[in-house]
């Protein structure tokens, strides 16, 4: 502060002879800008002290290191499309498998000419049956992958919120208390050396 006969810094940190600190003391008693000073100083003081000690990394990671390269399993769980296809393949196989391996409950007999059905058909409606079980398994997965997009962008923006509110009003207590020490230092300039208080 500049309307103290010395630095308050000077005297905070005991640098100061024990005149001038008498000298810095009565300033003080009469100064209230001095004295919020004093307590700021005091505050920052104690807020550093109450942080722990912390030791530096020993290795830097950096992004491209194979600790960051996700595994086989999580590529494929994050990976929308690959997993809607590799999992329409498997109930494809699974539908396949189970029509070539179910027993026949029926005594097979020989086929009646009128009972005789089209393999053609057949076909066609095994692959129309597949052609829906993998679009609807398709559609449920892409729902699922929007659904977890929006509620990560929706917790990143409610992060970024509360941390730009935090900073604003930190930015704010901090202008205020600059323009509160720049009135005292006008108001200071301008009296005369007899009238400071």
């Given at each position: 502060m500049t309307c103290a006969p010395f630095d308050l810094r000077d005297y905070f940190f005991g640098e100061l002879n024990a005149r001038d600190r008498d000298q810095v003391e009565r300033h003080?008693?009469?100064?209230?800008?001095?004295?919020?000073?004093?307590a700021a100083l005091s505050a920052t003081r104690s807020a550093i002290l109450?942080?722990?000690?912390?030791?530096?990394?020993?290795?830097?990671?950096?992004v491209s290191d194979k600790v960051f390269e996700p595994r086989w399993w999580q590529k494929l769980l994050a990976s929308g499309p690959q997993l809607g296809f590799a999992s329409a393949a498997m109930l494809a196989a699974a539908i396949v498998f189970h029509g070539m391996s179910a027993p026949s409950a029926v005594p097979v007999e020989a086929p009646a000419p009128v009972a005789q059905v089209d393999k053609k058909v057949i076909e066609a409606?095994?692959?129309?049956?597949?052609?829906?079980a993998v679009e609807t398994a398709v559609a449920d997965n892409d729902a699922r992958q929007a659904e977890r997009l929006l509620q990560v962008v929706n917790a990143r923006l409610a992060q970024?919120?509360?941390?730009?509110?935090?900073?604003?009003k930190t930015?704010?207590?901090?202008?205020?208390?600059m323009d509160k020490r720049s009135m005292n230092v006008r108001r200071v300039a301008y009296e005369p050396p007899g009238a400071i208080q």
């Open positions: 003080v008693e009469a100064c209230n800008a001095c004295r919020d000073e004093l109450c942080m722990r000690e912390e030791e530096p990394p020993r290795r830097i990671a950096f409606e095994i692959a129309k049956r597949v052609q829906v970024s919120d509360r941390r730009y509110e935090m900073d604003l930015i704010e207590h901090y202008l205020d208390q």
